[in-house]
């Protein structure tokens, strides 16, 4: 059973930053491409950044040069650093993960493409 639970949400000032952090409990060891996701009210689930198997990353352009995601070496805990946070970062932010293959950059910011979800932790940036 895969199990992703997120922390780290908050509600910040324009311009500030947060870290979330999304840890993964198995009960087999296995390696996980890993990814956060956001989601606003009314709005489809959107890939922010993935990060896979090897270390490679991925961004969204939104979020280019403002977040980053990287991992710890022992495979349980992925981390979301924000900086220069905006009022259009608000949003449920969710922690996804897949064991699969294939060409990972094709595929790495598709929610649907994610077999494991976390609850989600709240982002609220105010102007």
């Known amino acids: 059973q895969v199990r992703l639970v997120e922390s780290g949400g908050d509600s910040v000032q324009a311009g500030g930053s947060l870290r979330l952090s999304c840890a993964i409990s198995?009960?087999?060891?296995?390696?996980?491409?890993m990814a956060w996701f956001r989601q606003t009210p009314g709005k489809e689930r959107e890939g922010v950044a993935a990060?896979?198997?090897?270390?490679?990353?991925n961004y969204a352009d939104s979020v280019k040069g403002r977040f980053t995601i990287s991992k710890d070496l022992a495979p349980s805990n992925v981390y979301l650093q924000m900086s220069n946070l905006k009022p259009e970062d608000t949003a449920m932010y969710y922690c996804?993960?897949?064991?699969?293959?294939?060409?990972?950059?094709?595929?790495?910011?598709?929610?649907?493409?994610?077999?494991?979800w976390g609850q989600g932790t709240q982002v609220t940036v105010s102007s």
């Open positions: 996804a993960a897949r064991r699969g293959g294939g060409d990972w950059s094709s595929w790495a910011l598709q929610p649907d493409e994610y077999d494991y």
């Open positions: 198995r009960a087999t060891r296995s390696s996980y491409y």
């Open positions: 990060i896979s198997i090897s270390g490679y990353t």
